[in-house]
DNA sequence: AATAATTTTGGACAGTCGTCAAGATGGCTG
DNA sequence: CAGCCATCTTGACGACTGTCCAAAATTATT
């Protein structure tokens, strides 16, 4: 019997199977990735499996082999990439050692992901757009964002304990004005506004201060 | 000669056939209204100019003779629809005579707009997501996004003016941080989170004495 | 009323989509 | 070696897409 794609199912193995299945996670991680190149050219709805394929080194049955659907190829690929993603400002946090240190820690990596990973995220933007039309992406969208709140209150409470104070904000609050500040310094750099990215870190620098 | 359908061709008309050119103005707006029901329920990628016409009164037909092509008809779509938005809150921003009018007053059209109009936005915030994928959607996008956070800046700067105070915050800030609660709030509230609303809410009213 | 222009209709077209299944491949076990 | 099983390939299927067009219907003009 050939092996069910689907999430659910999978996730009834006895321990023999374990390395088999970890095998088989590790593939779906390989296609993701490679699924991730085509995805953040044309977004979700352009996107389809044949193409996906065609600018990979697999054969698009591959992908129905290890997906149940495109819906799960898809959550798999910003599932996978959101993962590496909130650990991107950690180190900055755990090692600076004065505020100014983890401004400009901070603000360099800001800088660096908009300039170069700026495919990857308006694909995150995109996925969670398509989360307020398609309930099938509701819990992994709601999932990340909470992570991506979680990694913002990580590097304002550390600014914070810096200065020997509180953040004036709630989680929730800082992560909107953050979120929102990316996003539409995302869409202006992306319609090649060569301002977009020092605007963005300068207003970033001047409101640190305020909220923290 | 049929008449051309593209906006930059149509712009060029002489007097005498001006009200002309405004009645075909007037019947694309009607069709961009009834493609907008459409559009709501099943976001952008999902939607075909067919199941437009099928849930409207016109046959598909008729929105190709209107409109040079789907990303025509959407943009005009959106950008009718905004128009309304941006002046949702004149009113009471107008009348408002105290911050905690002004206060109830925002409020109250925020929970309203998010209850009642959930589909409309979450139609805009599908095409800002594509905008940063096609190029064509980034002009009208970066335009309503300049209006809406005009219309922020004017709630705020009322605010301020009635204690007295300046903003404490720069426009973009202030829209950055309104718009992603506003968006986080949204997608909750499609997911059937009861407490999405009554949280948008007491947040904003604990921010804004703070950022005026 | 007759003619011309505009608007509307609904079907045809070529292409693409997700899905599926029958068969090829190759390693592993008995 | 033979049989088995997971993995992968390939081509086909029906449904759906945006676009286009010729003809019909409607409206405006003479």
Redesign the pocket.
């Known amino acids: 019997?050939?092996?069910q794609a689907t999430g659910a199912a999978r996730r009834v193995v006895v321990a023999a199977e374990a390395p088999?299945d970890e095998?088989?996670n590790a593939?779906r991680i390989e296609l993701a990735e490679a699924a991730l190149e085509t995805l953040g050219e044309l977004g979700f709805a352009r996107?389809?499996?044949?193409?996906i394929a065609q600018n990979s080194a697999?054969?698009?049955?591959?992908f129905?082999?290890?997906f149940s659907?495109?819906l799960d190829l898809i959550c798999c690929c910003v599932r996978h990439y959101k993962a590496k993603c909130v650990t991107r400002y950690d180190e900055v946090v755990t090692s600076a050692q004065s505020r100014d240190e983890l401004t400009e820690g901070f603000l360099g990596k800001l800088a660096e992901t908009l300039q170069n990973e700026a495919r990857m995220h308006r694909l995150w933007y995109d996925l969670r757009a398509q989360a307020m039309f398609e309930p099938a992406f509701r819990k992994d969208v709601l999932e990340i964002d909470k992570s991506l709140e979680a990694m913002i209150w990580r590097i304002a409470s550390r600014y914070a304990e810096l200065g020997g104070k509180r953040p004036a904000s709630s989680p929730a609050a800082l992560y909107a004005l953050l979120d929102g500040l990316f996003q539409s310094a995302l869409l202006r750099h992306l319609a090649n506004d060569e301002t977009a990215v020092p605007d963005l870190l300068a207003e970033v620098r001047r409101l640190l201060p305020t909220i923290c």
């Open positions: 019997m050939a092996r088999r095998k088989f593939r996107t389809s499996l044949r193409e697999f054969t698009h049955g591959v129905h082999y290890y659907d495109k």
